[in-house]
């Protein structure tokens, strides 16, 4: 749940026989905190605890479920978005939050028209539920924690004052970073990175 307390301490785990310990960013020390604030303050210490209470495998088929393409091995970095993911399909899997637990799959073509108005061929935006919309509500709780008091909470400062949720991301050493977020109306995910890392 929101208020589930989560250990964020130093640890160390054996990937691939060698050791590897997740850091906080900023040195954050709270040996304590809930999985409300360790998501909004994207706390990796309490995240890798989180995923190792759920269990990775589950972690992994979760991603899947919404929709993530990209290979996801079962180590602890997962629980901290290590692998690369394509842009599109994080957007689309925080369209499950705000849809209340439906995953749309986006077109880039409706229809094609010939040089009459008649229509050739047609396509329909299709919908899957992935989860119930009362998790749907609870996430989208978590997610506006992050810009109301978490990692996103700048947003204030550019004038968005409507209700908004979404989480920010970077990888080590700044190589990208990134924000998705919506409001009960749009969806956006901003990237900025260099394609060749």
Same mark, same amino acid.
């Given at each position: 749940?929101p208020?589930? +307390?989560?250990?964020?301490?130093p640890r160390?785990? /054996?990937?691939?026989?060698?050791p590897?310990?997740p850091? @906080?960013?900023g040195g954050? $020390?709270?040996p304590? #905190?809930?999985l409300?604030e360790a #998501?909004?303050?994207?706390v @990796?210490?309490a995240?890798v605890?989180?995923?190792?209470?759920?269990?990775?495998?589950?972690?992994r =088929?979760? !991603?899947a479920?919404?929709?993530?393409t990209?290979?996801?091995h079962t180590y +602890?970095?997962l629980?901290?978005?290590? #692998? =690369?993911?394509?842009?599109? =399909?994080?957007?689309? !899997?925080h369209c499950?939050?705000?849809?209340e637990?439906?995953k749309?799959?986006? *077109?880039a073509l409706?229809e094609v028209?010939? =040089?009459?108005? &008649?229509?050739?061929?047609?396509?329909?935006?299709t919908?899957?539920?992935?989860?119930?919309p009362?998790?749907?509500?609870l996430? /989208?709780s978590?997610?506006e924690s992050?810009?109301?008091?978490?990692?996103a909470r700048g947003? $204030?400062? *550019?004038?968005i004052a409507?209700?908004? &949720?979404g989480?920010t991301?970077t /990888? @080590?050493?700044?190589r990208?970073a990134?924000?998705?977020?919506y409001?009960?109306?749009?969806l956006?995910?901003?990237?900025?990175g260099?394609? @060749?890392?």
């Open positions: 749940t208020v589930s +307390p989560l250990v964020n301490e160390t785990y /054996t990937v691939d026989g060698k590897w310990s850091k @906080n960013f954050f $020390a709270k304590r #905190l809930s409300r #998501l909004a303050r994207s @990796n210490q995240t605890d989180l995923a190792m209470q759920v269990g990775l495998e589950r972690v =088929e979760t !991603a479920a919404f929709g993530f990209t290979p996801l +602890p970095s629980a901290l978005g290590a #692998l =690369e993911v394509k842009p599109l =399909e994080l957007a689309r !899997a499950v939050f705000a849809a637990g439906l749309p799959f986006p *077109l409706r028209r010939d =040089e009459g108005g &008649a229509a050739l061929e047609r396509r329909h935006m919908v899957e539920r992935v989860i119930d009362a998790r749907a509500y996430m /989208t978590l997610l992050a810009v109301r008091d978490g990692t947003l $204030a400062d *550019l004038g409507i209700p908004a &949720a989480k991301g /990888t @080590n050493d700044a990208d990134w924000f998705v977020g409001t009960p109306d749009l956006a995910l901003v990237w900025v260099f394609d @060749n890392g």
